[in-house]
């Protein structure tokens, strides 16, 4: 079992930056996959960052590359997502996961998530 808790959400204003951190435990992070999905009101859930266990391959979606940037620290169990230039519609709740096994880095398939941490983009 992987425990997953996200922290660094709040209310930012359009333009501005945050960074959101997720700390895991439970498995050898080192061997696990991680992702950051978001969901808004009334929306699914939407992959915004993967990176695989080992190494530097990433991947975004078109809606948040280049202002976002998925990093993590094997070091410490941690996965981060720094996000930039916010817009309005980036406001959601976002989730840490979670993932063992060789899968694409753009695969939405995940094993593990977190309590989710909320990020509002005021206008």
């Known amino acids: 079992q992987v425990r997953l808790v996200e922290s660094g959400g709040g209310l930012v204003q359009t333009g501005g930056s945050l960074r959101l951190s997720c700390a895991a435990s439970g498995r050898s992070f080192s061997i696990l996959g991680m992702g950051w999905f978001r969901q808004a009101p009334g929306k699914g859930r939407e992959l915004v960052a993967s990176?695989?266990?080992?190494?530097?391959?990433?991947y975004y979606p078109e809606s948040v590359r280049s202002r976002f940037t998925i990093t993590r620290d094997n070091a410490k169990n941690t996965v981060y997502l720094r996000m930039n230039s916010l817009k309005p519609e980036d406001t959601a709740v976002y989730y840490c996961?979670?993932?063992?096994?060789?899968?694409?880095?753009?695969?939405?398939?995940?094993?593990?998530w977190g309590q989710g941490t909320q990020v509002t983009v005021s206008s």
């Open positions: 996961a979670a993932r063992v096994g060789p899968r694409p880095v753009m695969s939405s398939t995940y094993d593990y």
């Open positions: 990176i695989i266990p080992i190494g530097s391959s990433t």
